[in-house]
């Protein structure tokens, strides 16, 4: 059961290059999410699904773009990235909202912005 | 919205010790508290989780306690070991509040041998 996959693990891009984060789970989740985590910043939602077709903005979602165009897939689109877009971001999924269940986080993307 | 705030960013205790990680919310709707471990370089995963319900958890060596009418709560790890070294975040949500878990920044526990 691999749970929740993102890809690429690192990555360095070129300030206004763009490029996409994947992310993919097995169980069947309804709920997904992305996060970026900063140091001495904690986790910080970007976007959210509810569902397949369903996307919603979190707390810092400018500069992000997002898609569910099925249940087990989630990618995460940078548009013109900037070096405040250094980050690391994971993703996550879950059986029920976060406010019931347990978030099942990747193993995160490195992202660097140069 | 939800702030969190957690305190202290860092905590530094002997082997055996035990170690209190305090948090604090700013809405009274909040009825979800979560803790997550993160390990050095790995994924955040869950170790406890509270609901505003009851105002004490325990599970082995890692409790969780909350009040509500102060708006805090707080994770408590009793005869720390090595392998408790790690980051440490609670989190809050609001039932119906859109599936928004709001993260505090991090604690840094250390346990020295």
């Known amino acids: ?114 | 919205g939800e702030n969190v705030e957690q305190h202290p960013s860092t905590l530094s205790v002997q082997e055996g010790d035990s170690a209190v990680i305090k948090c604090t919310y700013s809405d009274s709707a909040s009825n979800y508290f979560p803790w997550y471990k993160q390990e050095l370089g790995k994924r955040p995963q869950l170790i406890i989780d509270i609901r505003s319900n009851v105002g004490e958890k325990k599970d082995q060596r890692i409790a969780v306690t909350l009040n509500k009418t102060a708006k805090h709560f707080s994770l408590h790890i009793t005869e720390t070991q090595p392998e408790d070294s790690a980051v440490y975040f609670c989190a809050a949500s609001i039932e119906g509040g859109g599936n928004k878990l709001t993260f505090g920044t991090g604690t840094q526990l250390k346990v020295e041998l």
């Open chain 1, 1 to 114: 059961n691999a749970g929740v996959t993102q890809t690429p693990k690192f990555r360095i891009l070129k300030i206004g290059q763009s490029m996409t984060l994947q992310c993919t789970q097995d169980m069947n989740h309804n709920y997904m999410y992305w996060y970026r985590q900063d140091p001495g910043m904690g986790l910080k939602l970007i976007y959210y699904s509810v569902g397949a077709g369903i996307t919603d903005k979190g707390e810092v979602p400018n500069g992000y773009n997002v898609s569910r165009s099925t249940t087990e897939d989630f990618p995460l689109r940078l548009e013109l990235a900037a070096p405040s877009q250094t980050s690391v971001y994971f993703c996550a999924s879950s059986a029920v909202g976060p406010n019931t269940g347990e978030l099942f986080f990747g193993e995160g993307s490195r992202l660097t912005v140069l």
